[in-house]
């Protein structure tokens, strides 16, 4: 087993948390801002979903390739990247079907339905099952945020940066229609922030899962396997909701100034 150290793992366990944790941030806007800013969250989905694929493609399964290669030769070891890239998002699409039908976390609400709280029995259920299928989602990203971490720092930190932007307005979905049935401001924060405690949890479990296997050889692998992870996060999930937000060209821009923001901060 390659030499990981505990302070390697309590810090990717930290910013795990911290990206699970901007849910939160997201019940947060919900009660004191009027209006959702559109503009800003199409311009910052779409830059989080830049950092992630330019650092999948660019950094993780670049390097894993290049690793495995030197182990295998270049045909079989760029097989295996490839192979563990593939199973990656195979994983991600795996665990997006666990989504309770109709409870997609991708319809997200909008701080302007905090207005008027209408109390539902059917609004709670559908809260609860928002809170469940964000947890489920939450959860292969906390894996890619901690394997990650382990491979760089610097590169844990963007990923977690980027989760965290994309985790906000899942708190928004979470809280309108907790607080719509129940109108408790405290119920809603406390559910929505559950939520992402899913993301730590991920990471656990990575590390429970992974510890016992990783060497020199396997190290690429996980890498190359988080990468698919990241890349079907941000097409299934980051971009479609940038679009969804009704400024098609400001999630574009976003998803290029975040490539660029990422070829610099990896050039330096």
């Known amino acids: ?14 910013l795990t948390l911290g990206a699970g944790l901007a849910t939160g941030v997201g019940s947060f806007i919900a009660f004191f801002f009027k209006h959702s800013d559109r503009k800003f969250l199409s311009f910052a989905l779409g830059l989080s979903g830049g950092v992630m694929i330019y ?5 993780l399964l670049t390097e894993a390739r290049l690793s495995l290669t030197d182990l295998y030769g270049h045909r079989v070891g760029s097989f ?8 990656g998002i ?8 666990l989504v309770p039908d109709g409870e997609n976390p991708h319809e997200f609400r909008a701080v302007e339905e905090m207005d008027s709280p209408r109390h539902n029995d059917r609004l709670l259920r559908s809260g609860l099952l928002f809170a ?3 947890g489920i989602h939450n959860f292969p990203e906390g894996m890619a945020v901690f394997m990650a971490s382990l491979a760089d720092p610097g590169t ?4 977690a940066i980027a989760i965290a932007i994309h985790n906000i307005p899942e708190g928004i979905t979470v809280s309108v229609p907790i607080y719509h049935a129940t109108g408790n401001r405290k119920k809603a924060l406390l559910w929505s922030t559950l939520s992402g405690v899913a993301e730590p949890l991920g990471a656990l479990a990575a590390w429970l899962i992974f510890a016992p296997f990783i060497t020199s050889a396997t190290l690429p692998l996980i890498f190359a396997g988080v990468a698919g992870i990241m890349v079907f996060i941000s097409f299934d999930e980051l971009l479609p909701l940038a679009e969804e937000y009704g400024e098609h060209h400001l999630s574009i821009l976003g998803l290029i100034s975040g490539m660029l923001i990422m070829a610099v901060s990896l050039a330096l």
């Open 1 to 14: 087993m390659t030499s990981i150290t505990s302070s390697q793992i309590i810090a990717g366990l930290l």
């Open 55 to 59: 650092i999948s493609f660019a950094e």
């Open 80 to 87: 295996f990247a490839i192979g563990a890239f593939f199973t």
């Open 90 to 97: 195979a994983l991600a699409m795996l665990i997006d079907r």
């Open 132 to 134: 469940l299928a964000v």
């Open 156 to 159: 844990g930190i963007s990923i």
